[in-house]
């Protein structure tokens, strides 16, 4: 059976019944979570109040990005920065380079701005509304949801990727993403209603509207996977829909993924003795204020003779040298295949307008994202 609209609605109304084991849900979930939450970088130990900055900076590195890549990154930040007010104060560039490797650089970029904004309009404290935090820059729905419930208690139900998972299994949801997304934050904030349910701080779930959002998170992670579940471990699973059924690794359901026409390009690693020729990226855009070696256009249909056409004009270049094979990328929307061609100038070559001379002991300074790494890589190999 699956989950009809009616059939939501008696579910979400008989969880006002406290008899019913549906209205236990929240409290079973944070004497779970008390027992097994993850130790992260940017989580207070328990009973601590969680840092506003901390949770901020965290919840716009991990936007599309996994834990464990975070970590390192979140470290590097905090160790150079350990407040708003010192993140506010540094230039754009240093905050580039400190988030290379990352990727979606728009974040970086954004990041940069909402510290200043923070620092410039609200004295260096955050906004502790879910609307006060979205009129940040760079702080859409969820992440305003999930500082808002995290840093300042409010009750709100932040829908990550694992929520979505847990709920959509949980309450069998048949319509597919993104058109369940709705729906499934709906069905979520049911989680947090339950109050005065259970023992010791679990009983208390509506003022840790934060911990039963990152319970969920946890379950998601590390019981709810995408694959082979551990339901036997789920405190939610006496309610699960999809477990009773048999087929919760079906859940979420997707509709078929859009993938953006394959496009094509040339990049010119050029030497000068030890340094390199490099360009910054245009402010707004893909890759908006990073640092790439020169490229033709990205096009859908381009050969390599007119890619070709599109390199830069030095002088002492007879011949550009094309390297075997192609560097491969896949951004959000589309894939990119680059041909790399490589030449060498002697040291008197001046750099094109809008191009510099970069040491090449000196790249890991620059906010080269990791196509160009893979370019300037296959640049250099035999």
Not at 27 to 47: I, K
Not at 67 to 95: H, I, N, Q
Not at 142 to 148: L, Q
Not at 159 to 173: C, T
């Amino acid at each position: 059976m699956t989950l009809s609209g009616a059939a939501i609605r008696r579910k979400q109304t008989s969880s006002l019944d406290p008899h019913d084991t549906a209205a236990a849900g929240p409290a079973l979930l944070l004497e779970w979570y008390d027992r097994h939450r993850r130790a992260l970088p940017w989580r207070p130990l328990s009973g601590e109040r969680a840092d506003p900055y901390r949770v901020w900076l965290s919840e716009i590195m991990l936007q599309q990005t996994g834990v464990k890549t975070v970590g390192p990154y979140f470290e590097k930040f905090l160790a150079r920065w350990p407040d708003v007010d010192a993140l506010g104060r540094a230039s754009l560039d240093d905050v580039l380079r400190m988030w290379a490797g990352l990727g979606y650089y728009s974040r970086a970029r954004n990041l940069h701005a909402c510290a200043v904004t923070v620092l410039r309009d609200h004295d260096g404290a955050f906004p502790d509304t879910e609307q006060g935090l979205r009129a940040l820059p760079g702080i859409g729905p969820y992440t305003a949801a999930a500082i808002a419930a995290i840093a300042f208690g409010r009750r709100t139900m932040p829908v990550d990727g694992n929520i979505e998972r847990v709920v959509s299994r949980l309450f069998a949801v048949e319509e597919p993403l993104p058109q369940a997304k709705p729906l499934i934050q709906r069905l979520a904030t049911t989680l947090l209603a339950a109050t005065g349910i259970g023992t010791s701080r679990a009983g208390d779930a509506e003022s840790r509207a934060g911990d039963s959002a990152q319970a969920l998170m946890d379950l998601g992670s590390s019981i709810c996977t995408p694959k082979k579940p551990a339901c036997a471990l789920c405190p939610l699973n006496g309610d699960c829909m999809s477990r009773a059924r048999g087929d919760q690794e079906t859940y979420p359901r997707k509709a078929a993924k859009k993938t953006g026409a394959p496009r094509r390009g040339a990049a010119f690693v050029v030497t000068r003795g030890d340094e390199l020729l490099v360009r910054t990226r245009p402010e707004k855009g893909l890759l908006g204020g990073m640092t790439e070696v020169p490229t033709s256009h990205w096009l859908d249909a381009q050969d390599d003779k007119t890619a070709l056409k599109q390199a830069p004009i030095l002088k002492g270049i007879a011949r550009w040298h094309r390297k075997a094979g192609v560097v491969t990328h896949v951004f959000t929307h589309f894939p990119l295949q680059l041909t790399v061609y490589t030449a060498t100038v002697d040291a008197r070559a001046r750099a094109p307008e809008g191009m510099r001379w970069v040491p090449v002991s000196t790249l890991k300074d620059e906010a080269l994202p990791n196509l160009m790494r893979k370019v300037i890589a296959h640049g250099f190999g035999e």
